[in-house]
Structure formats: structure tokens, C-alpha cells
């Protein structure tokens, strides 16, 4: 599971807009912290996105999500193996199948790349992330306030 605390940025009924607070050291994980990995998931520019709840949430409240492994990972299969096999198979085709001459070959492979990513593209569209909700954290109360209540 890949954890990640995100702070609510604005809410819209059930709906509450989530935004990664990003690190200072996040330039140099290469993409593996959770911070990385939801923003790639989900796609959104302003690093925000949203996110149903049942629970009744401020703005300024953090909340901690999890994200299933196998998701990344089967993602990751479609992305990555779909062109390959696509690129392999066109080429047996043709160099078996229909007995072309080497540069006819090369042309199949790219356009059985080229399909293969295609249909890995309509895949990982369909493939649907379960984003859980892990805690609703209190929104904390300032430290003067709390020297305020002793009635000094």
C-alpha cells in the first residue's frame, strides 16, 4: 500500500479537493514517494484533486489516503508490454505468415507497436484506482489559543 497525506484545499458538498503538500526532497526520489505517485495517477496540473467522502471535512484539515500496489503495477504491465507484444507479434506475422522481405518487417513491428499502445492506452482508462480513505486527522489547535483558555 502507498500512503499519502494530503490537506484539504476547498470543499463542495461531499466533494473535498485534496492537494499534495510537495517536499522539499522531492525532485530527487524520482518519482517514488506518494507524493509522486498520486500526482502522476490522477493527472492534475494544480497538483489537487477530488475525492468523495462520507466524512464532513474542513478546509485546512489533512487526510491520509492509500493506494493498492497491484494497480501501479498492473498499469505499469499494460504500459510497457502491450507495445512489445504487439511489436513481436506483427513481426512473426509477417516474416512467418506472409514471407515479406526485411524492411516490410520492420514497418509491421512498428505498426504492431503502435496498436499494442493503443489498446494499452484504452486498458489503463478503464483500469479504476481505489483510492481508500485511511484517517480524517483534527484540525490542531494554535498553541496561543490553548494559553488563552487558563483564564490569565
Not at 498520486?38 to 496540473?45: C, R
Request: aromatic share 12%; net charge positive; hydrophobic share 45%.
Amino acid at each position: 500500500m502507498i500512503e499519502q497525506t494530503l490537506q484539504v484545499v476547498s470543499v463542495d458538498g461531499t466533494t473535498a479537493y485534496l492537494q499534495a503538500e510537495q517536499k522539499a526532497a522531492c525532485a530527487g526520489c524520482n518519482g517514488k514517494c506518494g507524493s509522486q505517485i498520486f500526482s502522476k495517477l490522477f493527472g492534475t496540473h494544480n497538483k489537487t484533486f477530488p475525492i468523495e467522502l462520507e466524512h464532513v471535512v474542513e478546509v485546512g484539515q489533512k487526510i491520509r489516503l492509500s493506494l493498492d500496489d497491484r494497480h501501479i503495477v498492473r498499469n505499469a504491465f499494460f504500459v510497457y508490454m502491450f507495445p512489445l507484444l504487439g511489436a513481436f507479434f506483427a513481426l512473426f506475422i509477417s516474416a512467418v505468415g506472409f514471407s515479406l522481405p526485411e524492411p516490410w518487417q520492420i514497418f509491421c513491428a512498428v505498426i504492431g507497436g503502435f496498436l499494442g499502445f493503443l489498446i494499452a492506452k484504452q486498458q489503463v482508462k478503464r483500469l479504476k484506482h481505489e483510492v481508500r480513505l485511511v484517517k480524517v486527522y483534527p484540525i490542531s489547535i494554535p498553541l496561543t489559543q490553548i494559553d488563552g483558555d487558563c483564564g490569565k
